[in-house]
T-cell receptor
Framework: DAKTTQPNSMESNEEEPVHLPCNHS???????IHWYRQLPSQGPEYVIH???SNVNNRMASLAIAEDRKSSTLILHRATLRDAAVYYC???????????FGAGTRLTVKP | SQTIHQWPATLVQPVGSPLSLECTVE??????LYWYRQAAGRGLQLLFY??????ISSEVPQNLSASRPQDRQFILSSKKLLLSDSGFYLC?????????????FGDGTRLSIL
């Protein structure tokens, strides 16, 4: 299975943009890139997903490298409520299996 | 709108006791349903998933079992709990009719085995 590599932790200041990187050098052509986040003592929350093109939604933007071997989740203005563990996951098309790694723990400082 | 309910939120059980965790989904029909476990400080591990009533797929051999007696009800069970069964158990659903759709998670049950 294709794996992802994320930094263990990152820090950001409130109201500044945050770029969360993810490496997935063994990604295959049918793997979608999904991002979830998990606040303390809660279940994961879907953030965004994409295949090849950059994606935007109300929560974040997803920038995917041209060779698809890496991607970056962009929070345009971090708030204290964005402090969470962010997971980058590769998901095979039409596959129910999502393999969560350890993720990146984002700390947002006021 | 769709909602997912898990209960209880926390549970403390002695070793060797049985377990039953329930998950229900509202506002959708024919969902895919999932059970995950999260050990402290770790990522999630998929335990079971179901694409329909009575249809259960197990991802890892273990002391647990799952059942889906109704379309929107998913139950995680054990006959005799082990210390290693401690963890944070999460139920999730996704639309069956559409591929590669996000999974939506409940708030989880924190299970402690004494």
């Amino acid at each position: 299975d294709a794996k992802t590599t994320q930094p263990n932790s990152m820090e950001s200041n409130e109201e500044e943009p945050v770029h969360l990187p993810c490496n997935h050098s063994t990604i295959s052509g049918t793997d979608y890139i999904h991002w979830y986040r998990q606040l303390p003592s809660q279940g994961p929350e879907y953030v965004i997903h994409g295949l090849t093109s950059n994606v935007n939604n109300r929560m974040a933007s997803l920038a995917i490298a041209e060779d698809r071997k890496s991607s970056t989740l962009i929070l345009h203005r971090a708030t204290l409520r964005d402090a969470a563990v962010y997971y980058c996951i590769l998901r095979v098309y039409n596959n129910n299996d999502m393999r969560f790694g350890a993720g990146t723990r984002l700390t947002v400082k006021p | 709108s769709q909602t997912i309910h898990q209960w209880p939120a926390t549970l403390v059980q002695p070793v060797g006791s049985p377990l039953s965790l329930e998950c229900t989904v509202e506002g959708t029909s024919n969902p895919n349903l999932y059970w995950y476990r999260q050990a402290a400080g770790r990522g999630l591990q998929l335990l079971f998933y179901s694409v329909g009533i009575g249809q259960i797929s197990s991802e890892v051999p273990q002391n647990l079992s799952a059942s889906r007696p109704q379309d929107r009800q998913f139950i995680l069970s054990s006959k005799k709990l082990l210390l290693s069964d401690s963890g944070f158990y999460l139920c999730a659903w996704s639309p069956r009719s559409r591929t590669n759709q996000p999974q939506h998670f409940g708030d989880g049950t924190r299970l402690s085995i004494l």
